[in-house]
């Protein structure tokens, strides 16, 4: 089974590099909203995050955009200061893992908070008490502007323009609500999860999803907040072992081939997930082992099966909550009952008749066909290639810089370098790597809008432009390079600029990878040698050696791009 897994590029390997390139992903994102005065911190969640993915499924990427200037608390003392307060309230209407919000103002003296009484959104609605609630159809504009003029496809509570990628835009909380002391307080044996994940688990935000329960009146859905854990659930993710992440796979494959079809999305990875952690919370650490994925998958079913005879699904993080509920009825649940039994009765012979990445094919045969394995790791590589979201990312700063003058755009990217200065020396891991990754791009552009400031003042360029230069060739292997080319062109030192260029032209090869961020460009696809060379070498050392992005000029730079372009 393991040498199955390994022949389409499901290895712990893998399974880190996958987590690692939408970890960073997160955090440029994240950065860059900053950078640019966004309080909307990104999230990534799901299975591509996860690493419990493989090219087969063909799994979206799932993000978690939040309204960082608003703050919803559970108690109306607990507001806080400088923010946008929402008091999350439950009335008789309102299901489990569902919350109502209302808004908050300040007192005249300013030393409380008190519900507000005048709407302040076009979707606000007034309630009996005189209260302003908060309709889960307030960001629906937001979505219209972040996603352009493009077609709007819904995946419940989430939106986007295709099928490979979700936005859900949700209020953050800092308080716990009672429904989750669940997780901590109900009795276990004790091996799962650990002490320390549960104490990060105590610290992670929750979120409100603007999504209401599907049997509650369409007045009442309209104003149903969901609450989310789903950072919680990342880090018990990431706390699986490579050998849990195995079965949690093969049974994500057996459900989307065997159950799926039958009930459509409404019995989904989410209830497989669920039953995974309450499984390796209950059997002992000995069993989850390599020769044994088969069999742990089977108790999970098992867990499956028992929840659909007792007409409930827990949630794992959350009391109170069956994930049946408003997905399946009771034929459903029963029929579901009867479709499990069957999978887990003939589970080897199921796992062999895999079509999913040929997976099936791959446990019977007893050697296994390198090239095809080969193909298989080139696509994760493919899938994985990160550098076109960070050019999309410098693509969106020079937007904002050139709506400046050139006086304000040079304060601007300083201050932005001050910034990621400051969290190369005291930022998280992944919040260095990002740093490092963006600074570059800012240097070049600072660079080349002093040195088009010499150039219409009619001074040399100084050596300290000079030295931001070099400090950008560090971004990737070309596109640095050819903005100090172009300085120099235009500058007259035409034998410096001609060296710069044979030597850039040295550089280019089947195995460079060609990025552009900018709207309406052809997409270059990834050279074969390129995604070879990926399989053995990290994506931040590609970015370096074998990627270049495209060359990107604001107005304020006219005077160093050459007239013929």
């Known amino acids: ?69 608003v703050r919803v608390v559970l108690k109306l003392g607990d507001w806080q200061i400088g923010k946008k307060n929402l008091l999350a309230f439950k009335d008789e209407t309102t299901p489990p893992q569902f919350y109502k ?31 302003v609630v908060v309709s889960n159809r307030i960001f629906d504009n937001d979505v219209k502007t972040h996603l352009g003029q493009q077609r709007v496809v819904k995946h419940g509570p989430a939106k986007s323009w295709t099928d490979e990628l979700d936005f859900v835009f949700a209020f953050p909380s800092n308080d716990f609500p009672e429904e989750c002391e669940f997780l901590f307080t109900r009795s276990r044996p004790g091996q799962w999860p650990k002490p320390e994940t549960l104490e990060y688990a105590r610290k992670c935000r929750v979120f409100f999803i603007p999504q209401g329960h599907p049997h509650s009146s369409v007045s009442e859905r309209t104003l149903q907040w969901r609450l989310s854990t789903s950072l919680t659930e990342r880090k018990l ?106 999978l887990n009765k003939n589970i080897y012979k199921n796992i062999c008749n895999l079509k999913m990445d040929s997976f099936g094919l791959k446990v019977l045969q007893k050697v296994h066909d ?19 979201p960070l050019c999309f990312t410098v693509c969106i700063m020079y937007s904002n810089i050139r709506k400046m003058d050139a006086k304000t755009a040079v304060r601007c990217v300083s201050k932005r370098i001050k910034y990621l200065r400051g969290l190369q020396l005291h930022g998280s891991e992944l919040e260095r790597e990002a740093a490092d990754l963006m600074l570059p791009y800012l240097y070049g552009a600072l660079a080349s809008i002093k040195a088009s400031l010499c150039m219409i003042a009619n001074q040399p360029v100084s050596q300290d432009i000079i030295k931001m ?30 060296d710069l260029l044979n030597h850039c032209e040295s550089l280019l090869g089947p195995d460079v990878a060609h990025y552009c961020g900018c ?42 791009v050459p007239e013929h372009l």
């Open 1 to 69: 089974m393991y040498e199955a897994f390994k022949a389409i590029a499901v290895t712990s390997d893998w399974i880190r590099r996958r987590r690692h390139k939408h970890l960073l992903h997160e955090t440029l994102e994240t950065i860059s909203n900053g950078l640019d005065g966004i309080p909307s911190p990104i999230f990534f969640v799901g299975s591509q995050v996860e690493g419990s993915t493989t090219i087969g499924m063909d799994s979206d990427t799932d993000r978690v955009c939040i309204q960082d200037d």
């Open 101 to 131: 919000l209302c808004r908050l103002q300040q007192t005249p003296d300013g030393r409380r908070q008190e519900y507000s009484r005048y709407p302040v959104h076009e979707t606000d609605v007034v309630d009996e008490l005189g209260r």
């Open 237 to 342: 993710m990431f706390d699986f072992t490579d050998e849990q992440m195995l079965v949690y796979i093969l049974l994500k494959m057996l459900k989307k081939e065997y159950v799926q079809p039958k009930f459509d999305n409404n019995f989904s990875t989410f209830h497989i997930k669920t039953a995974m952690m309450f499984s390796i919370e209950k059997y002992p650490p000995v069993i989850w082992r390599i020769d044994n994925i088969v069999e742990c998958a089977t108790y999970c079913i098992d867990t499956l099966v028992q929840w659909a005879q007792d007409n409930v699904c827990p949630h794992f993080t959350m009391g109170g909550v069956n994930l049946f509920d408003g997905k399946l009825s009771e034929p459903d649940i029963k029929e579901l009952e009867t479709v499990l039994i069957n």
């Open 370 to 388: 390198t090239e095809s394995t080969l193909k298989d790791q080139i696509e994760v590589v493919r899938e994985m290639s990160w550098l076109f």
């Open 469 to 498: 230069y070099k400090l950008s060739f560090e971004r990737d292997l070309l596109s640095g390079k050819l903005h100090y080319a172009s300085m120099l062109y235009c500058g007259g030192q035409y034998d410096q600029a001609a």
């Open 519 to 560: 709207e309406d460009r052809t997409y270059h696809d990834q050279s074969e040698t390129f995604l070879r060379k990926g399989i053995n070498t990290s994506t931040v050392e590609l970015s370096k050696t074998s990627s270049t992005a495209c060359v990107m000029f604001c107005k304020h730079e006219l005077p160093c």
